[in-house]
């Protein structure tokens, strides 16, 4: 949708083709609620845990993968900017300097850095996973119903606000494609003071945004807009249990 | 205007803001060697234009949205995960900076000087928990740390202050001519 990097103004990524997979995978059959409060103990633990937690984590990861029928080529290519991150991490981690100034690579160090971008990975992978097997309404009930003890904040009014920003995120991404587009068709890139061209760019792009605002706004009130809208049903099964069960289990090996 | 129309108006804008800042993550512009990226000058803006709370609420929807698994945050992606991973601090610091910048610009009552205030504030937050949460999941050396996750990025955000006036200037009255921030304390 958005197109090869330009000169001028680029998009930095495109969006992520990772997202639901409709499937019949015992994940998939989970409710949202269990997958997401064992996926944020496992990431929390994730980010402390010794080699034999993260092989166990691993392997468990490449069973749901497989039972999800995720194809590890695609999940790689989707998530190659992170993998340059990792290497970054790995080079900042593990390269230190002699007296001589020059770059030294311990094994020790090595082996540290390679841990921590282990741990970097899994993290990410089992988010990929809670998206790809999870819908996006059901996701937003289990987090209406995560928000509904929280003071002060009124979680349906959060949800339509998410809903809105799904149906406006790649409008507002095509404006600012087009916007891009028009301002080099009238050379902007000749400009030399280099504050000109985001000062523009974004002006336009909030003039353009606030003005779909204000329609949106008129079109909300005329349809009678309210907070009360129904909600996907949610319910917790044995499978539920079963899952919180092996996740413990998963959990305690990094004991 | 009446109550419900105006609070409408601000979940609008609000939203609007949000899916901004999510889009800033996918949008560069080449000025000199690095690249800017717009996300935090978009954080800044929602401070800047729709005050503290509405700040906040802008970007905790934006953190929502990402929670729930949209690609909204750098580089498409999106999921709880992000939070615990090593750019989760600057996820968390983009709410606080937000609702600090919001709240002094508000004092303010549209001075430049403590619009500017604001921003170096807001953006030294962002990167107060960003490079500690860096530093703890990666393991790094508080220095090391900022030398890979702050000190790269400072020229830009010199200019994205510097762009901030002129953008705000312009958009305070199309944003005040439906609900006046500074005045309702929104």
Same mark, same amino acid.
């Given at each position: ?101 020059f770059p030294v690579i311990t094994p020790n160090e090595a082996a540290e850095a390679l841990t921590v971008c282990w741990r970097l990975l899994l993290i990410v992978f089992m988010g990929v996973l809670l998206m ?111 899952a919180i069960g092996v996740g413990i289990l998963v959990l305690l090996s990094a004991c | 205007m009446d109550t419900s129309t105006k609070q409408l108006k601000l979940m609008v804008y609000a939203t609007m803001m ?12 080449p000025i000199g060697p690095v690249p800017i990226v717009l996300q935090n000058l978009f954080v800044m803006m929602a401070g800047l234009l729709l005050g503290g709370r509405w700040g906040l609420t802008s970007v ?23 939070? +615990? @991973?090593?750019?989760?601090? =600057?996820?968390? &610091? ?5 609702? *600090?910048? $919001? /709240? ?16 170096? +504030? @807001?953006?030294?937050?962002? =990167?107060?928990? &960003? ?5 703890? *999941?990666? $393991? /790094? ?16 955000? +010199? ?28």
């Amino acid at each position: 949708m958005l197109g090869s990097a330009r000169k001028g103004y680029s998009t930095m990524g495109e969006l992520t083709a990772i997202g639901f997979k409709p499937g019949s995978s015992p994940l998939h059959r989970l409710d949202p609620r269990t997958k997401q409060l064992v996926l944020m103990a496992l990431s929390v633990t994730t980010l402390w845990a010794d080699v034999p937690f993260l092989v166990v984590n691993s392997m468990v990861m490449m069973v749901l993968f497989h039972s999800a029928h995720l194809h590890a080529r695609r999940l790689f290519l989707e998530i190659r900017y992170f993998l340059f991150f990792l290497f970054f991490v790995f080079v900042v981690r593990a390269v230190s300097f002699s007296d001589q100034m020059f770059p030294v690579i311990t094994p020790n160090e090595a082996a540290e850095a390679l841990t921590v971008c282990w741990r970097l990975l899994l993290i990410v992978f089992m988010g990929v996973l809670l998206m790809s097997t999870t819908r996006t309404a059901d996701i937003r009930a289990a987090l209406i119903w995560g928000m509904k003890p929280l003071p002060f904040v009124n979680e349906r009014m959060a949800a339509t606000m998410v809903g809105l920003v799904v149906r406006f995120l790649p409008l507002i991404l095509f404006q600012a494609n087009e916007i891009g587009d028009a301002m080099r068709a009238r050379g902007i890139e000749r400009r030399r003071n280099p504050l000109i061209r985001l000062i523009k760019f974004t002006t336009t792009l909030f003039r353009r945004v606030f003005l779909r605002a204000d329609e949106l706004v008129d079109t909300m009130q005329a349809r009678c807009y309210s907070e009360h809208r129904t909600l996907p049903e949610l319910s917790f099964s044995r499978n539920d249990i079963i899952a919180i069960g092996v996740g413990i289990l998963v959990l305690l090996s990094a004991c | 205007m009446d109550t419900s129309t105006k609070q409408l108006k601000l979940m609008v804008y609000a939203t609007m803001m949000a899916t901004l800042t999510a889009v800033g993550a996918y949008i560069a512009i080449p000025i000199g060697p690095v690249p800017i990226v717009l996300q935090n000058l978009f954080v800044m803006m929602a401070g800047l234009l729709l005050g503290g709370r509405w700040g906040l609420t802008s970007v905790g929807v934006y953190l929502l949205a990402g929670a729930i698994g949209l690609p909204v945050f750098a580089g498409g992606t999106g999921g709880i995960g992000k939070f +615990v @991973g090593p750019t989760g601090g =600057y996820l968390l &610091g983009f709410a606080a900076a937000a609702y *600090v910048i $919001g /709240m002094i610009s508000q004092r303010g009552k549209g001075s430049v000087a403590v619009d500017v205030f604001a921003m170096i +504030v @807001g953006t030294f937050i962002i =990167y107060f928990f &960003g490079v500690s949460w860096l530093k703890i *999941v990666t $393991g /790094m050396s508080i220095s090391k740390a900022v030398a890979v996750g702050m000190l790269p990025f400072l020229i830009g955000d +010199v200019l994205k202050i510097a762009a901030a006036i002129p953008i705000v200037k312009s958009l305070r009255p199309i944003i005040a001519g439906n609900i006046d921030v500074h005045r309702t304390g929104a």
